[in-house]
């Protein structure tokens, strides 16, 4: 019976996940999902990149959070069209969650949509939240055996970020090791090193962002 459960929830993930990318596809819209454990920047990405792209894409995002809207402030100053979602103490974003997201949103004004994942390096990673893209953050501070213990989290990432590169020194993070962690687990993904603070790395990132935007946006808008 609890297995059958576990099914249904699944399952009316996937499908909820399906429909949005389905919507997302129709519109034009890039979609990517940004994972990562409390704490591991992802908001100062978004607020590193953002002003970097808005020229060239229109973005809106959507922020995940438990229970404050503290993320979606920092990310509205961008002058960006962001949606809080609260999870009400859920600890992950949900595709149904997502789906009501999007029908706040003007979709047919976006070119990309990034969705701040809840801060948790655990079970976000299992619900597909018809993205089109992954990129999974790890920040140095965090240590580095959290690749080998949280797999999952960069399995299915086409890009990884390892941030907070400039607090390195005052850490025992081995890049070497966390590399070659990470190979094992998915050998396809970029991995991209960023310090936010000093806008190192995040150009590449928003070049990342860019490349994969769709052609098709790209060019209705010109
Ligand atoms: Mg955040
Ligand atoms: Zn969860």
Known sequence: MKI??????????DNAARENRELLDARGVTCVNLLGGAGAGKTSLLEAVIP???DS??????????????DATRVD???????????????HLTATLVQQGLRRLPLDGLDMLLIENVGNPICPAGFDLGE??????????????KAAKYPLLFKD????VLSKCDLQPLTDFDFNTVTRDLRRINRRAEILQTQARRAIGTE???????????????????
Do not use: Y
């Open 4 to 13: 059958k459960v576990l099914k249904n929830v699944f399952q009316r993930n």
């Open 52 to 54: 970097v792209l808005r």
């Open 57 to 70: 894409l229109r973005m809106g995002v959507l922020e995940g959070d438990l229970a404050t809207t503290k």
């Open 77 to 91: 100053a961008l002058g960006v069209p962001v949606i809080q979602l609260l999870t009400d103490g859920g600890c």
């Open 132 to 145: 089109h893209l992954r990129i999974s953050v790890l920040s140095v501070t965090e240590g580095d055996d």
């Open 157 to 160: 990432a086409d890009l990884i």
């Open 204 to 222: 590449a990132l928003a070049t990342w962002l860019l490349d994969r935007c769709r052609p098709s946006s790209a060019a209705s808008r010109e």
